[in-house]
Nanobody
Framework: PLQASGGGLVQAGGSLRLSCTAA????????MGWYRQAPGKERELVAS???????NYADSVRGRFTISRDNPKKTVYLQMNSPKPEDTALYFC???????????????WGKGTQVTVSS
């Protein structure tokens, strides 16, 4: 139930914002975050934010990317400032969601959105 958008082509040093909205039979959401996977590499955490607002960033993006969320809109954002060519990857959003029919939180993934940074 996650829909991501905002990917595309951006020049190094520019900016880009990714959005991901959760929809459907949702009771509560805990952590929301962004991961990425470059060709030939494993998926890695980019940034995450708890429901209480605490954040966690990969060292490679700290100071350049900012994660935020709008809880009433069930949306998480990733503001990418000063991207570098090495940030080129397929970006996935992730959320821990408890539905009205579930007693536990489950991890959901959105379809990836491609980010390409040109030098």
């Amino acid at each position: 139930p996650l829909q991501a958008s905002g990917g595309g082509l951006v020049q190094a040093g520019g900016s880009l914002r990714l959005s991901c909205t959760a929809a459907g039979d949702i009771f509560r959401i805990k952590d929301m975050g962004w991961y990425r996977q470059a060709p030939g590499k494993e998926r890695e955490l980019v940034a995450s934010m708890s429901g209480a607002g605490s954040t966690n960033y990969a060292d490679s993006v700290r100071g350049r990317f900012t994660i935020s969320r709008d809880n009433p809109k069930k949306t998480v954002y990733l503001q990418m400032n000063s991207p570098k060519p090495e940030d080129t990857a397929l970006y996935f959003c992730n959320a821990e969601i408890q539905t009205w029919r579930s007693l536990t939180f489950l991890s959901y993934w959105g379809k990836g959105t491609q980010v390409t940074v040109s030098s």
